[in-house]
């Protein structure tokens, strides 16, 4: 007999009242999938008291559930894999499904029509596992081991999850010669994204960065969730990323991998054109080395198991513009242990580690003097403790907690340390050229620590007959607990800025100050609370969530300045002066068009509310504040007396403009923005293991936060018409135009002062996602995809600055608009143990912004000529290829030697290229001529690596 419903809404308040009696957070009910079903006699009866067993290497022992009168069965927290279904009921005959696959986060549905045994027997069913879900309208896919050992990429979480349907990278990789490099990562227009590991987010709240950086072969299975999400999924609707690490068996394997190239398996992809600007070589892979090793096994069989993973990962690269080799260097470990503690209980604990190493960071066209790069290297730690707790077939909880702690010290480059005390000198940048001249790294020295601690509880409970349908009850309360600390010191607490007259001679320009050495301290928790139903019905099932946020932070007592032009002064604690409060609806349906569940609609609606982060209210308040281009900027005289220091007759002690933070204030009403979404989608299963999809997701983007001036008012510029010379950078041709910008008056110069509030305007999304995905069967997988979409509106600028509200700068589409995308990647298992693997993607390229850039009375100021998405990056045809063949050795040991063709079609596509106007030119001759020396709208400063070959051999066990 199913719970009485208000048994189980008491049973629901129990969980919550457990749930607020401890620290609680990270993202709930991602580490498992779920299988559920329903018996049947022949005539279509339901059978109850179906014994229903599941086994299969993934899972420690075998699971056992009965159905009930409505002949349902359900295990509510399968790890993901493969699986074998047995059926068993006196009088029937036995039913076996085999090859059953069970991915994270979906709900895969099997049910049994059993039929009258007439002798004893079993029917066995194999590869018939379904591809559609027919009780989740969430829009997503997955790579599992097949896809992830089989299909060339960078073998980083970028490269690799940037090949699922929706998904935006906005720098690519191939061979993996960027991935020590963290780039952006957009799903269907949103830029933020959760990366999770094991279920626990893995980021600071100061958005450092995430643990980006991954032990490839530790993961078994990579989920990625790019719309529709329910109401236990927090963020600002981004990607979901979620890495599932593998875990031991009952058998001890594993696996040592290495892969490799070298400076003469790459092939040479400039051309003339780029050739004509002075780029002789472009980014070229001269070295890499990838050795990763793992292994598995049991301390006690189908009761604990272990495994553990190492990796060493280090290119050697040839850098546009920088004179040395550039070095990187990933090293990785990853622990993992399970304990089942009695049936239907399991601890797991889990840890893992990434250093990252650059000794010049930064290095390229803008700082081609090792000098000025920064010595990067940032140790993290990733722990989690795990409890899941299977109850019933009815009843499930999970307690999670975690701590990860990042260090990143950056330091200046040893190339700086080695120069003689006399010739270290302060930060010079040419503003023409956009050249750092001279000096250490320009943002100075950092020593960053961040820390989180975070905990979740959740609690999942089915209910059957409830207002006439089967019942999903989930809830769950959340918390994190986020600290750390930022230390800068810039050299000589100064940076110098040149800019070139009309002979393109160096001149004096501007003084950037700093009030530096200081330490910057923040603080800040997120509390969250989610409750979900979803009601399930014979032909229509709905999900309806709702989440519960809350934001806030302080400033802790912390000091700073006591350098060249700021005196040291400690602060008191400071509270952020607002908190964000949200209720975020997560509604969908999806209907069986078809009685056999193979032809499903979907629609969704689903509101998401960005993550806080630190520098919400650390940026605008703080007192105690670094700024990038300084506290103050000062017109320069030059180093007249060349004794290398800024003496007081050197420059105009009346600033240009002054960043006071003191000064600064938040609106105490200021909103979460937030993204509002609906997905409308069709979904089939043409075949056993093949299904295709088509899906419409719109989103508007709202409420923005942007940086007010409020200490000029807008009646304080006055205008001022330059020429602008247009995309050839040549004066006197037909597509010169007039372009206004607005000075700072003189009675109001230095009197900035900043709001922090939300921006007015709406950015919008829509896109079509058209897909088809064929698990591996019958030896050969594939998935293909193809989105049409369109990000435009409002760009969140200053409504107070007229620099700002001209047209072309404050309209457009966004950054992340990609109109085209086009993906197909697959393997193929050829007789001889061959195996073959592909990656193909056609892309359109990102906007890129033509800007222009001048001196006004408060300094120099820039701003975009025509309106974004007016110019694109190179459209990209990339593929890449793989092929390995495995021998058979004893005892189950297999080597593999394979070969990788990244970038086949040699594409030489700009990755990055300037789009300030620095200057302009009287002829086409004296442009050509200084090409090679100069920055210009339109010149590259990054290409794809060329052609390039890798070979490598892997040992399994």
Known sequence: MPPRPRASFALTVLACLLALGGNVLAQTGQNFGELVGKAVDEQGGVLPGVTVTLGGPAMMGAQTAVTNDRGLYRFPAVPSGTYKITFELPGFTTLVREAIVVPVRQTVTVDAAMKVARMQETVTVTGESPVVDVENAKVGARLDQNTLQSVPTSRSIFGSTTVLPGMVMARQDPAGINAATSTGMIAHGASNYNLNYFGVTADTPQNYGSMYYMDYNAAEEISVDTAAMGAEIGGGGGANINIIPKSGSNDVKGELYYSGTRKGLAGDNVDDGLRSQGITAGTRLLKLNDLNGDAGGPFIKNRMWWFGSGREYTTFEQVIGFPKDFKSNLRNYTARVNYLLSSGNQLSGFWTYNRKFQPNRGAGLTQPNPVSTINQQSPKNLFNLNWTSVMSQNRFLEVSSSYFHMHWPSRYSDEFFALPDNEKTATMQNLTTGIFLNGPEPTGERLRDAYRYQTNIAYTHYVDGFLGGSHQFKTGFEQWIGWGTDGFDVFNDTRLQFRNDTNGVAQPSQILAYNTPLVQKTHMRNFAAFIQDRASYSRITFNLGLRWSFYDGYLPEQSGGGGRWFAQTTYPKLDAGFNWNTLAPRLSAIWKMT????????????????????????????????????????????????????????????????????????????????????????????????????????????????????????????????????????????????????????????????????????????????????????????????????????????????????????????????????????????????????????????????????????????????????????????????????????????????????????????????????????????????????????????ILAPRILKLGVKFAF
């Open 595 to 942: 009685a056999d569940g193979r032809n499903l609609a979907k629609a969704s609606y689903s509101r998401y509310y960005e993550v806080m982060y630190t520098g919400e209210f650390a940026d605008v308040i703080n007192p105690n504040t670094i700024n990038t281009t300084g506290l103050a900027t000062y017109k320069w005289f030059g180093d007249l007396n060349g004794n290398g220091v800024v003496d007081d007759n050197e420059y105009d002690h009346t600033p240009l403009s002054t960043v006071q933070p003191k000064l600064n204030q938040i609106n105490p009403k200021l909103k979460d923005p937030r993204d509002d979404e609906i997905t409308v989608g069709y979904q089939r299963e043409l075949a056993a293991n093949l299904g295709l999809s088509a899906s419409w997701i719109q989103r508007w983007f709202n409420d923005a936060t942007v940086d007010e001036e409020i200490g000029i008012p807008v009646t304080g510029y006055g205008a001022q018409v330059f020429n602008d010379p247009g995309p050839d950078n040549l004066v006197n041709t037909g597509d010169d135009r007039p372009i206004t910008l607005y000075n700072v008056l003189s009675q109001y110069k230095g009197q900035n002062v900043t709001f922090h509030t939300n921006f007015p305007g709406t950015q919008r999304y829509r896109g079509l996602e058209l897909a088809v995905t064929k698990r591996l069967s019958n030896r050969w997988q594939l998935m293909g995809s193809y989105v049409w979409s369109r990000l435009d509106g409002d760009l969140v600028v200053d409504p107070n600055n007229p620099n700002q509200t001209i047209p072309s700068h404050a309209v457009g589409r966004g950054s992340n608009d990609q109109p085209h995308a086009f993906k197909l990647i697959g393997s193929y298992q050829a007789p001889w143990g061959v195996n073959l693997g592909a990656n193909y993607q056609a892309l359109s390229g990102l906007p890129t912004d033509r800007t222009f850039r001048a001196t006004l009375a408060q300094g120099s100021t820039t701003v975009r000529a025509e309106a974004r998405g007016t110019y694109r990056a190179d459209f990209l045809n990339l593929l890449s290829i793989k092929a390995d063949k495995t021998f058979v050795l004893r005892d189950r040991r297999r080597v593999s030697g394979f070969l990788e063709v990244h970038n086949l079609l040699n594409s030489n596509a700009a990755q990055n290229s300037i789009g300030t106007l620095t200057q302009a030119f009287t002829s086409q001759a004296a442009f050509d001529a200084a090409k090679a020396t100069t920055s210009y709208f339109g010149k590259v400063q990054e």
